[in-house]
């Protein structure tokens, strides 16, 4: 048994800032997860740090069969996506600065964690397979953060593929992700997530990704409801959330580096977290102090010579950050996506939902999202 990581596209470059790219995968093989590397340059102007690279990916999609659905997550919501199934993402050039080369490295996992031998994705009972990436790299908002810049040139990408040679068994199936349920948000409203019967799910997933809308600003309580009150695991607040995620998959860590300026608004990738480790090329400057929750905080700089606070110009930092729910994802804590024994097979329920209760805060701006991981054992024609 050995992996094979194998370039299936290298350097290739985007067919138009905009569009749908399409790559044709093999038609043979156990692919455990698919590596998309991705690299360009940043919008000319340091102020405006608000549409990343991973922001302007809006789809991420991989296809068997022509039309039926393995993968299909947004950019934002691939990168919590694999710090959930304990795949840290790396990149040399995770920024986001005046007209600077920007870089990042995206892995589609197949199964419960990276390398997972349990789960793949056979490749030679599919017929068609192919990743679809829906971008539009000319973004200048997103979700609320409308002060970006658009790139002007397409970027670059390579595709890696990570297959299993000689197994010493057949995989059980493999791991769909895809969006279940949505709706649009109001001031204190409660909406029941119905999940899909029929499918087992290894997990499911909240997210609220929007400025000033996280799931520390908007959330009241979250319930997992099972054949219509039933049986309910568990209901809680966000707090209660937060410390159940951090004590389940522990804190993660993601650094960037970036042109902020003052007191503006920025999309911080974990929305709850504490800053370990900062600079920035104007030693008079430092960070006055980074409120990073709910999606709704400011940098604010303060002057060291006159304490004078806050200082609204533009200041490079890099830093590091130490927190949880990436994107505003939450996973439900019900689920222990390693243990089999947790896993709901929603066939032999009469209903289930995500209750989600949104309080005073809670705006029409928000589009609320439910995900699920699906456990796939048979392969459909």
Wanted: charged residues 20%.
């Amino acid at each position: 048994m050995y992996w094979q990581n194998r370039y299936h596209k290298e350097g290739a470059v985007f067919d138009s800032l905009t569009g749908l790219e399409t790559i044709d995968l093999p038609n043979k093989g156990l692919l455990s997860g698919v590596e998309l590397r991705v690299w360009g340059a940043c919008g000319d102007d340091a102020t405006k740090p608000d549409v990343w690279l991973h922001d302007r990916l809006k789809k991420i999609e991989l296809i068997v069969n022509g039309s039926k659905v393995v993968k299909s997550l947004t950019g934002e919501q691939l990168l919590a996506d694999m710090l959930y199934k304990k795949t840290p993402h790396y990149s040399h050039d995770m920024k986001n600065m005046n007209a600077a080369s920007c870089e990042e490295f995206f892995y589609i996992n197949l199964g419960r964690h990276y390398h997972d031998i349990d789960y793949m994705l056979d490749l030679g009972k599919v017929t068609d397979p192919e990743i679809r990436i829906d971008h539009n790299f000319a973004l200048a908002k997103q979700n609320g953060w409308d002060y970006g810049v658009a790139m002007t040139t397409e970027p670059s990408y390579s595709v890696v593929l990570h297959i299993l040679r000689e197994p010493p068994a057949a995989p059980k199936g493999y791991i769909k992700t895809s969006e279940l349920y949505r709706f649009t948000g109001g001031i204190s409203k409660k909406e029941n997530m119905m999940v899909p019967r029929g499918p087992m799910y290894s997990n499911l997933y909240v997210q609220s990704w929007y400025l000033a809308q996280g799931l520390g600003y908007l959330l009241d309580k979250l319930e997992l409801n099972i054949n219509s009150d039933d049986i309910i695991p568990f209901r809680v607040g966000p707090t209660e959330l937060a410390a159940e995620i951090a004590r389940q998959y522990g804190l993660f860590q993601m650094s960037q580096q970036v042109t902020l300026t003052g007191q503006q608004a920025y999309p911080f990738p974990l929305e709850q977290a504490v800053i370990l480790f900062y600079h920035n090329d104007l030693v008079a400057y430092v960070p006055q102090y980074l409120d990073i929750w709910g999606n709704a905080g400011k940098a604010g700089f303060k002057d060291i010579a006159t304490g004078l606070t806050p200082y609204t110009g533009q200041v490079n930092m890099a830093f590091t950050l130490s927190g949880i729910w990436p994107f505003s994802v939450s996973p439900i804590p019900y689920f222990n996506p390693m243990d089999e024994r947790t896993w709901i097979d929603s066939s032999k329920l009469g209903d289930l939902w995500v209750r989600f209760e949104g309080n005073a805060s809670m705006s029409t701006d928000v589009v609320v999202k439910l995900l699920g991981d699906e456990v796939v054992t048979k392969y459909e024609t």
